[in-house]
């Protein structure tokens, strides 16, 4: 920081002078007082010895020339650099003009020499201030905006110009300006300016603007106002391009979102070890004992059929969680190209005859979004098991209607079955419906994989399942492929 | 011993551990009573049904906790509202497979639960709550 009074002393002048009488050659013939502060060498010592020798080595050449021209016609010296016996570095400033005889004639010079030191310092010092403040706002991306409220004149720092990619040319105005505006951020920002106008409270809003070269980028705007006579008389403020930072906290939270679903989906995986799998290996322990303890050959005959029957159930339950951690690991196979009419129709192909022997209803419609990218195999899997549930939890009063469909929505791809069917409690099971092993029909007819096999598979895929049921009335499976995806850039 | 054969019944949708129970039971006991319900609505359904008739009301109920339609839990809340109607003390033991110390901890707040039991169940402890219910 520079204090207002090291201004002052140099407007002053208050630092010591130092004077010579020399030589065109530069020897010193005659040293006033107050030398010592100028050069750190007191003036009897420096009689008889050159003035150039006092100054640093490259600036002798130039002060040698000076000398020169300074016998011819007088002349005056900028700082230079000077060598003092404290060999401390130390900013001169000289000046030097001819002494005449009485027949014009030149017969030595006289230089006065001034501490300049500090003066260049501080100089140094500002405009290096200068510039790193110029370059801060040009890495934080602000700029200073200003706007006379009565001429309607508009100032544009450097900055903002860079922010909008103006050129030169760009003549900032308020209709000028508006036109990079989205027509969200025009009324947000004509909002604002209302706001300001009436209540002079300072206002912070976020502007998309199209800049000149065509490129969507994020303001962030602060506008403040500056009172005359208790009227608004000018509105001023800072532009601060924060295209970057929005776009970084998007990837963040959408980070932050996969990471939770993927902690809530690992916490699941917990509970079917403790809960799932522990069932069935419990069952092969005792059953192990009960064999062992067993004297009688035809019960451990029974006893055998059941370890049979055990394992192979813990079997298929391991293979249908490794199917979904397979999805899980693969999460990124690429997407194809799916025609969706092709797909669902290929899909109830395999189901012909449980259609045929329910007299069931299907129809789709694709229309709106003929095609899909996605995993062409997950999105048969996913249609597999939805078309499944629906054909079997069917009521027995009335015709299956099975309706899927298709559509997009902004970038979002949605897909809905829709049944008539039996319905889901879902006040009863809400979200569990979707874990492994849960059943929420007597009767058993669900093996409770279904579910949780397509909700991981849509997950790992970055999109959402969600479900709308009324008992008795029929269920409806929703998915959104992209629910979890950012806009595509 | 009493002169009235002991009744327990098992709430589990497992139809394994259901076998494996019976066995173990009968071989305890051959007298023994047995009934076995998939899930807490069955058996509630069954003890509203007889509720004044003690012959038929279990003595011991092994209760699991994950279950289609009503579960453990819900069964517990079901069963502490009926309690007061029920013609005899019955002896609540909630089996699981669960390794979740929650739910342990969560069982015995229940005055109506006399233990938690980790899966598998052994012989030794059957033998130790028809004991206890015996005597």
Redesign the interface.
């Known amino acids: 920081m520079i204090a207002k009074r090291d201004i002052e002393s140099l407007l002053g002048d208050a630092t010591p002078e130092a004077i010579f009488l020399h030589s065109p050659n530069g020897t010193v013939r005659y040293a006033a007082p107050g030398c010592e502060a100028v050069l750190g060498a007191d003036a009897p010592a420096l009689v008889g010895t050159s003035l150039i020798d006092r100054m640093a080595k490259q600036e002798r050449p130039r002060l040698t020339e000076g000398l020169l021209r300074a016998h011819l016609r007088g002349q005056a010296y900028g700082p230079v650099l000077a060598r003092t016996n404290d060999a401390a570095i130390r900013w001169v400033e000289m000046r030097t003009r001819p002494v005449h005889d009485g027949s014009g004639g030149v017969i030595e010079l006289h230089t006065t020499m001034r501490d300049v030191t500090k003066r260049i310092k501080i100089h140094e010092e500002l405009s290096i201030r200068e510039r790193l403040e110029r370059e801060a706002n040009q890495l934080a991306h602000v700029g200073a905006w200003r706007q006379d409220i009565d001429t309607q004149e508009i100032y544009w720092s450097d900055e903002v110009r860079r922010i909008f990619e103006a050129d030169e040319s760009f003549q900032p105005t308020v209709e000028s300006i508006r036109a990079h505006y989205t027509p969200e951020s025009d009324e947000r920002a004509s909002q604002a300016l209302l706001t300001i106008l009436e209540t002079g409270e300072t206002q912070y809003i976020d502007l998309q603007i199209t800049t000149a070269k065509g490129r969507t980028a994020w303001i962030h705007v602060i506008l403040k106002c500056e009172m005359d006579q208790g009227r608004p008389a000018r509105l001023y403020g800072a532009i601060q391009d924060v295209t970057q930072r929005r776009k970084l906290d998007a990837d963040q939270k959408q980070l932050v979102e996969e990471l939770t679903r993927q902690r809530d989906r690992l916490a699941e995986f917990g509970y079917m070890v403790t809960h799932n799998f522990r069932g069935p290996v419990c069952n092969l322990v005792t059953l192990a004992r009960l064999v062992r303890e067993s004297a009688d050959e035809a019960e451990a005959a029974e006893l055998l059929q059941h370890i049979s029957s055990s394992s192979d159930q813990l079997l298929s339950m391991m293979d249908d969680v490794g199917a979904v951690v397979q999805v899980e690991r693969d999460g990124s196979v690429a997407d194809d190209d799916v025609d969706l009419n092709d797909s669902i129709a290929n899909v109830m192909k395999g189901f012909s005859a449980d259609i045929h022997a329910s007299k069931a209803n299907v129809t789709w419609d694709v229309e709106q979004s003929p095609s899909l990218a996605y995993p062409r195999v997950y999105l048969e899997t996913i249609l597999r098991h939805l078309v499944s549930n629906a054909l079997t939890f069917t009521t027995k009063d009335r015709t299956p209607e099975i309706h899927i469909k298709c559509w997009n929505e902004g970038h979002h791809a949605y897909l809905e079955i829709t049944d008539n069917g039996t319905g889901i409690d879902l006040a009863r099971y809400g979200d569990s419906i979707f874990r492994l092993r849960t059943t929420f029909h007597r009767g058993n007819k669900g093996r409770g994989v279904g579910l949780f096999t397509i909700r991981n598979i849509v997950e790992s895929m970055g999109g959402e399942i969600t479900v709308d049921s009324l008992l008795g009335k029929g269920t409806t499976f929703r998915i959104n492929f992209t629910r979890f995806k950012g806009e595509p850039s | 011993m009493t002169a009235a054969r002991t009744m327990v019944a098992l709430v589990d949708d ?1 139809r ?2 259901q ?2 129970t019976e ?2 039971l009968r071989r305890l006991d051959e007298q023994i009573g047995f009934r076995w319900f ?2 807490g609505e069955e058996a509630m359904k069954f003890l509203e049904m007889h509720i004044m008739d003690t012959s038929h009301l279990p003595d011991v109920i092994i209760l699991d906790i ?1 279950m ?2 009503m579960d453990g839990w819900q069964f517990l809340d079901a069963f502490h509202a009926m309690k007061a109607r029920i013609g005899k003390p019955i002896d609540i033991y909630m089996v ?5 110390d929650r739910d342990a901890i969560r069982a015995r707040s229940f005055e109506e639960v006399t233990d938690y039991v980790e ?5 030794e402890k059957l033998a130790a709550m028809l004991h206890r219910t015996q005597n």
């Open positions: 497992d394994t551990y076998f494996t066995h173990m998939r899930d994950n289609p339609y699981s497979s669960s390794m979740d899966k598998p169940i052994t012989t």
